[in-house]
């Protein structure tokens, strides 16, 4: 394991805006229940909004387009000053969208660090959720956090300047030395170091120092799903990352790009050989038959022929 050892500036003021919780605060104004429409419907903590993660996804977990964003979370009544408390089953659906909102302005973000189930305490503490609406409740006002987001073309700029960013890989080990492959290529980006997502998890026994970095560090993971939920941990660390959105499949899928502990996934041969079945053979025995006895007759025909001659 790389061990990640930067000295360097602490950490801006604005962007410790994300936390986990064991409640719901006083001052929480929008609860978002992010597991699917269905179960949120059937029951939540009372006044919670449906919001799902999956309704940000596109096919392959692609996000969809900002614009698209922007609306849906206007449907859920959202305008980006409140303060949002995410909740739902799954820990990783909760930091991808406190990633997200993030992302696009959200004042105030606060992840509760346990599942739905064992908050409402049974039915009797539930209450339907609120589905989002099929048009915009509220308009999204909050001005984007555009300058935490790194395009490819601007990564590749910073790379080879004396003063490139600090880069750290969320992914696993396997993935980052290349003995794992999930793209079209496999390894880490030239000069990043390694700092597992797994390792910053609420549920994580590893230890962690709150490492002061030189400026801001630039943050990736798999894709722009991982990456989210990466970055919700670092910034709930107080570690003000901005992230490589697309994440190591995006700069992987580039073969002119450069790529440290380089790997390529092995394709499996494919046989030249193709088996014939018994059944083959005698379902073509008529044309066999037939093209023997041309063959015959064409070489009785040459023999008679000399034989006249």
């Known amino acids: 394991m790389v061990l990640l050892l930067v000295t360097g500036a602490a950490v801006r003021a604005e962007m410790l805006v994300i936390d986990y919780v064991n409640a719901a605060a006083a001052d929480v104004d929008v609860i978002l229940d ?17 919001l799902p993660a999956e309704d940000v ?21 959202l305008e980006g000053g409140e303060h949002v408390l995410i909740i739902g089953d799954r820990g990783q659906e909760r930091e991808f969208m406190a990633g997200l909102l993030y992302l696009a302005g959200q004042q105030r973000i606060s992840i509760l660090n346990r599942p739905l189930s064992r908050v409402t305490g049974g039915s009797d503490g539930q209450r339907p959720g609120i589905p989002r609406s099929r048009t915009r409740e509220a308009v999204w006002q909050a001005p984007l956090r555009a300058d935490r987001i790194v395009l490819r073309s601007e990564l590749r700029a910073q790379l080879v300047r004396d003063d490139a960013p600090v880069l750290i890989d969320g992914r696993g080990e396997a993935e980052y030395w290349g003995q794992r492959i999930r793209a079209a290529r496999g390894g880490h980006l030239p000069g990043a170091q390694h700092l597992a ?9 590893e230890a962690f120092d709150a490492v002061a970095f030189a400026g801001e560090p630039v943050a990736y993971a798999h894709d722009a799903y991982e990456g989210l939920i990466y970055l919700s941990r670092l910034l709930a660390r107080g570690v003000g990352a901005r992230l490589y959105l697309e994440g190591w499949v995006g700069w992987a899928s580039d073969g002119a790009l450069p ?7 092995e394709i499996a041969g494919v046989s030249a050989s193709v088996p ?24 009785g025909f040459q023999a008679g022929r000399r034989r006249r001659g």
């Open 57 to 77: 996804l596109a096919p392959h977990r692609r996000l969809a387009n900002i614009s698209g964003i922007l609306w849906l979370l206007g449907t859920a009544g």
């Open 259 to 265: 790529v440290d502990s380089l790997a390529y996934p």
């Open 197 to 205: 997502a797994a390792s910053l998890s609420p549920g994580s026994s």
């Open 276 to 299: 014939v079945s018994n059944a083959s053979v005698a379902g073509r025995w008529p044309l066999l038959m037939l093209l023997a006895a041309a063959a015959l007759a064409v070489v």
């Open 34 to 50: 992010v597991r699917s429409a269905a179960a949120c419907r059937n029951g939540s903590i009372p006044e919670a909004r449906c």
